[in-house]
């Protein structure tokens, strides 16, 4: 049985990676809106979906300065932070 600085260390990296995937995540969902807002009916509805996806930017941005990211987290954060700027672009 590991010892309790062990466990807690091991749970400690386990919040780590899931917080840094909820991250990630955000910036997904983000480039989820600006394709709602893309295809919404009028343009209250598509600005309302555009300030979602604006502020899940913001959000993961937020997050990832108080984050550990590096190697391929770091990478995948980066291209998918990239992915939804670029997308913003496209919707504003």
Do not use: W
């Not at 049985?1 to 917080?19: F, H, K, S, W, Y």
């Not at 995937?21 to 343009?43: F, K, Q, W």
């Not at 108080?66 to 954060?77: H, I, P, Q, T, W």
């Amino acid at each position: 049985m590991p010892d309790p600085l062990e466990r807690a260390m091991e749970a400690v990296a386990r919040g780590e990676a899931a917080t840094i995937r909820s991250v990630i995540l955000r910036l997904e969902v983000g480039v989820v809106y600006c394709h709602l807002a893309a295809s919404a009916a009028d343009d209250a509805a598509a600005e309302r979906i555009r300030i979602r996806a604006q502020a899940a930017l913001e959000s993961a941005l937020s997050a990832a300065d108080r984050l550990a990211l590096v190697g391929s987290d770091r990478a995948e954060f980066n291209a998918k932070a990239d992915n939804l700027r670029a997308a913003l672009r496209e919707t504003f």
